[in-house]
């Protein structure tokens, strides 16, 4: 017979003091730190603990005595179910403070510099419809909300189109109404899952790994383009077709139809061949008059008009003059690369993935730069002293790696180049710190802009300018 788990107190009448890592909420009871979600700082509330350590716990409010003043009304039904968004209880202004706070907290705790100017945070106009994409699960074991378990009802359909539930793999909230992306989203979602549904298309099991319709991805430009990429789990060209024809013919608007065959366990199409159905390959998204062609597995910041701002944060950073050579490292498919180029006598790009290089090479083709050259490879392994003998000494170096940040070698060959000046884009506040630090021995952080990408997350920009001392 197994051991009963033991079951974990309620701690009543909490107040919640902070905002801690991931968009929880923070309360120090005794000498224990507890950390919940959807809550705010001021609300006092009852916590079920659900998990309990040494010297922290983690739980949920189940009961509120008091709200906070620092409380907004969420606008979406699906908060505190769905993963994103978890902020939006949190007036914007609060958010961007707590934004601005993780910033200097861990510059000051992980990087432990000090910079010599710290600039407001620059927020988002736009803090809803705000992603140009959006990808959605097809699951034939939907998420049942409390609301649905208490009701006693016995739900028989359980297919659902939507996002994944946080820590659960294979469980997927069917979502009415998403305010992330423009409407057309949410119509060709809703569209495609009622086809499927009354044509009896099976859904996706993702623990079974069966079923037909899996995925479905909605990229939108800002001068109106819409791309439909659908995702099949199995190749069974008339369900195909008939679905593909249907989706064209009622939505107009689609300046891009393709569809992918996916049969591997897992949902990315990065190595899938992608085929079009209708229209174009491709749209193009433009920036200061440069163009930037984006393709179906084409990386380009979520947030259009966030990213302009942050590209002119950078080349600001960058102090270019028309003479220097630039690095950019981690360059993706070239944007900041290209985007300042105009400014620069030189830049080299370099990036892990070889098809973000293609992209980065037909993007300075497109806009007649013959300053850029590309190279695709591991940065560790790429950015080496021959490397630089051979492609110039930059006099800048712009970064801009994933959220795990700089590997040591890479730090110490950035140290080695000795540039005069280092723009250092990240999103992920903690890692950045960490590298800072092991940069401040030959550089001082002068200047850092925090830029908020992803309204109603805990998600932060922040690029940091850094001078040789």
Not at 68 to 82: A, K, L, V
Not at 160 to 176: E, N, Q, S, T, Y
Not at 262 to 274: A, F, G, L, P, Q
Not at 322 to 338: H, K, M, P, Q, S
Request: net charge negative; aromatic share 10%; proline share 4%.
């Amino acid at each position: 017979m197994g051991h009963k788990k033991k079951e974990l107190p309620v701690l009543e009448k909490v107040e919640i003091t902070d905002v801690a890592a991931e968009g929880k909420a923070l309360a120090k009871v005794n000498d224990m730190v507890v950390f919940v979600p959807w809550a705010a700082p001021g609300d006092i509330a009852d916590i079920q603990l659900t998990r309990k350590k040494n010297s922290y716990a983690e739980g949920r409010a189940v009961r509120f005595h008091k709200y906070s003043e620092e409380r907004s009304e969420p606008f979406c039904e699906h908060f505190t179910i769905c993963g994103g968004c978890k902020w939006q209880h949190l007036p914007y202004e609060t958010q961007l403070k707590y934004k601005h706070k993780q910033v200097i907290d861990n510059l000051a705790r992980i990087g432990k510099v000090e910079a010599e100017e710290i600039y407001p945070i620059a927020g988002s106009e736009q803090t809803t419809l705000y992603r140009n994409k959006l990808e959605y699960t097809f699951s034939n074991k939907r998420w049942l909300t409390d609301e649905e378990i208490s009701s006693d009802t016995t739900f028989n359909a359980m297919d659902g189109a939507g996002f994944h539930i946080p820590g659960m793999f294979d469980k997927v909230l069917d979502i009415r109404k998403c305010l992330l992306q423009d409407d057309i989203s949410n119509r060709i979602r809703l569209f495609v899952k009622d086809f499927c549904i009354a044509s009896r298309y099976p859904f996706f099991d993702l623990r079974v790994q069966n079923g037909f319709i899996r995925t479905l991805i909605v990229r939108t430009s800002s001068n109106g383009e819409v791309m439909i990429i659908v995702v099949f789990f199995e190749d069974d060209k008339e369900k195909r077709e008939r679905l593909l024809n249907a989706v064209k013919d009622n939505f107009p608007e689609i300046t891009s139809l393709m569809y992918v065959i996916n049969s591997k366990c897992n949902d990315t199409i990065t190595d899938r061949e992608v085929l079009t159905f209708h229209g174009k390959d491709h749209f193009i998204e433009e920036m200061e008059g440069l163009q930037f062609k984006v393709g179906p597995k084409s990386f380009y910041q979520t947030n259009s008009r966030q990213a302009y701002r942050l590209y002119s944060i950078v080349r600001e950073f960058a102090g270019l003059t028309g003479n220097e050579t630039v690095y950019d490292l981690y360059t993706g498919t070239g944007t900041i690369a290209n985007f300042i180029a105009r400014n620069a006598k030189k830049v080299t790009g370099i990036e892990y993935v070889p098809e973000a290089i293609e992209d980065a090479v037909i993007n300075a083709r497109l806009n007649h730069l013959d300053n850029t050259e590309f190279f695709a490879g591991d940065m560790k392994d790429l950015l080496t002293s021959e490397f630089i003998a051979r492609h110039g000494q930059p006099d800048v170096i712009i970064t801009d790696p994933p959220r795990a940040g700089m590997h040591d070698d890479v730090t110490d060959i950035i140290l080695a180049t000795a540039p005069e000046r280092i723009v250092y884009v990240s999103c992920n506040p903690a890692t950045q710190a960490r590298d800072l630090n092991r940069l401040s021995v030959k550089y001082r952080v002068c200047k850092v802009q925090p830029v908020d990408m992803f309204p109603h997350t805990h998600h932060v920009e922040n690029v940091a300018l850094l001078i040789l001392r």
